[in-house]
């Protein structure tokens, strides 16, 4: 089965890139038909789904866009997460996922890791 684990510093200053990697296990993230997810709670507040990547397109929320950048690295079978400009609004707890469908829902994620706090701080 698919196991999935965050990765990347739990502190980024404001106005920093936070970036975060995720190691994939049991699954191939060239060949599967899974869209590998990013998805973030900040303290007190719902899940936010913020991008994907699948089939070598990506997708992003309308919301984040203009700041996010999801990538792999199929040598260590790994995504990665890069959201730039940030600011103390984007502490949150960051997941990765993969996902059955584009569209975010916690039912068309079987598979998701432990999460993973970052901070942003000065």
């Known amino acids: 089965q698919v196991q999935l684990q965050e990765s990347g510093p739990g502190l980024v200053k404001p106005s920093q890139t936070l970036s975060l990697t995720c190691t994939v296990s049991g699954g191939s993230i060239t060949t599967s038909y899974y869209y590998w997810s990013w998805i973030r709670q900040p303290p007190g507040k719902g899940l936010e789904w913020m991008g994907a990547?699948?089939?070598?397109?990506?997708y992003y929320s309308p919301s984040l866009k203009s700041r996010t950048s999801i990538s792999r690295d199929t040598s260590n079978n790994q995504f990665s997460l890069q959201l730039s400009s940030v600011t103390p609004e984007d502490t949150a707890v960051y997941y990765c996922?993969?996902?059955?469908?584009?569209?975010?829902?916690?039912?068309?994620?079987?598979?998701w890791g432990k999460g993973t706090l970052v901070t942003v701080s000065s």
């Open positions: 990547i699948y089939s070598g397109s990506t």
């Open positions: 996922a993969a996902g059955l469908q584009l569209v975010f829902s916690v039912g068309g994620m079987p598979y």
